[in-house]
């Protein structure tokens, strides 16, 4: 009686899909090396005398079955890379409730009498001007901002006794010298809760709608 080579094909090709053989069966690496070692052992001692298993054979098998192993140790690194990044991202979405998200938009946010906003200057301006607007195009302020540099700057505006629904949003006008600098308007609102969905971090915001991270442009 003699024992057919060992096929460790389907054994390769089960454990290499996520859930894999190892979860199915509860065979870790060490199980998998002994399981295939007994079945070598068997199969050497029972082999046909006149067609016994060449080196070339057992050297394929032997790296098969350290595929497989491979296959499975890789599965539980990545398992354990995904859990780690999981809390990372949860600790990252808590940390940024209470913060100032910035969104393209001229809206100012009120709160407690102050309307909040902010703009990204493309380059350093002399004279930065921000202008209150109200539903009928009318000024119904400037906020003098002086020289600033390049780049992002927020802005608070007491409105006073203005009724916040009067306020259409805000125009900059900022100058370089006799050249104008363009400039960007985005709103800042404070976020208020997050969660998270589809492997994405969402956040409710203080006006009242939800944003994914990927949409906000910078925090402040």
Known sequence: MF?????????????????GTAAKNNMDPAASQDRFLKLLVA????????????????????????TVSGIQEL???????????????????????GREALLPGESLTFKNGQGKAAFSLEGKATDVKVDVMGTNGEVIETVEMGA?????????????DTDPALVKGFKVRAFNGGERVDSVSLQRLSVDSVSFSGGS??????NGSTRAYNDVLAFM
């Open 3 to 19: 024992i057919q080579p060992i096929d460790t094909t389907s054994l390769g090709n089960t454990v290499g899909s996520t859930t």
């Open 43 to 66: 199969q050497l001692n029972n082999q046909d005398p006149l067609n016994p298993m060449d080196n070339a054979q057992m050297t394929t098998q032997m790296a098969q079955i350290n």
């Open 75 to 97: 599965n539980a690194t990545l398992k354990g890379m995904a859990t780690q990044f999981g809390s990372m991202q949860a600790l990252q979405g808590t940390s940024l409730i």
């Open 148 to 160: 600033l540099g390049g780049g992002l700057h927020g802005f608070s505006w007491d409105a006073g």
């Open 201 to 206: 971090i969402y956040m409710l915001l203080q």
